[in-house]
Each structure stands twice: as structure tokens, then as C-alpha cells.
């Protein structure tokens, strides 16, 4: 049985096209809420410096939460540091994060003003080919 070539090349681009995807997904990601530096009193510049608006929007997020580690832990959660339920996984132990919340509603970059606060929690994140896509929020830890 032969493939014409015609058949393979677009067979290779499609699976080269749909491997980017969550590629891309994990950029946005890591761009949103990845932040081992973060502090409370960062969030306006930062959230200005990173383009972070609602999606496909020039308006300001409501909320956005910055993770205070490293990718490697993050991504961690997704490989055997979490616990699974349907898409979504949730760490097996608690981050520092920092929840940035919008003044200002209704507002448009780069008027954006937010108040932050740090928090110790476990957080839930999708994740896709072992790589984590979406931040689907926080659950408050309690220590035994």
C-alpha cells in the first residue's frame, strides 16, 4: 500500500500544526501565571508589562493569579504531583500565589488597577500532553 506524498506532507503538517497547540497554551500559561518574584504590590506593572487582558480584549481580567514557583514544579503537577479529576488536576501540596484583583471594573488596558493579596493554597489547572493550560483556581489547604 503506497501514500502518495501529497497524503504524507499534509498528514506531517497537520501533526505538526495540532502539536502547537498546546504548546502555545502552555506559553499563554506560564505567561499568566507563572511568577517566582511576584509580590502583591507588583500587580498593575506587572500585569501591564505581561499584555494580560480578558481574552481576545483589550479589557482588564477581573482576577489573575500568579503561581510563586518554577515551571518545572507546575508542570510537575500534571506528570505525578496531582490528583486527577476529569480534565482538571489538583497539586498534592500548597503554592504561595498571589490573587490580583481588579479596582477599577469595566476598565481598559492600560488603565487596569488591581489590589493584590499572597495566599497559600493547592491550585487545580488543566493540563494537556502533560503540560498545564489553564488556571482553574485554588483550594485552601489546612496542614494536619
Sequence with gaps: MRIPFACML???LSA???????NDRYREFI???INKQMSADRCDHVIQTRHITKPDSNECKETNTFILSTTNLIVNICVDAGE???????????FSIIVCELNNQGARR?????SGKRLTRRITIECENGLPVHYAGDIVHFEN
Excluded: D, E, I
Excluded at 505538526?16 to 498546546?22: K, N, R, T, Y
Excluded at 486527577?84 to 488536576?89: D, E, K, L
Excluded at 492600560?110 to 488591581?114: A, G, I, L, N, V
Design 16 to 22: 505538526a500544526v495540532l502539536a502547537q497547540v498546546p
Design 31 to 33: 505567561n499568566q501565571h
Design 110 to 114: 492600560p488603565r487596569c488597577q488591581y
Design 84 to 94: 486527577r479529576r476529569g480534565r482538571m488536576t489538583t497539586s498534592n501540596f500548597p
Design 10 to 12: 499534509l498528514l506531517l
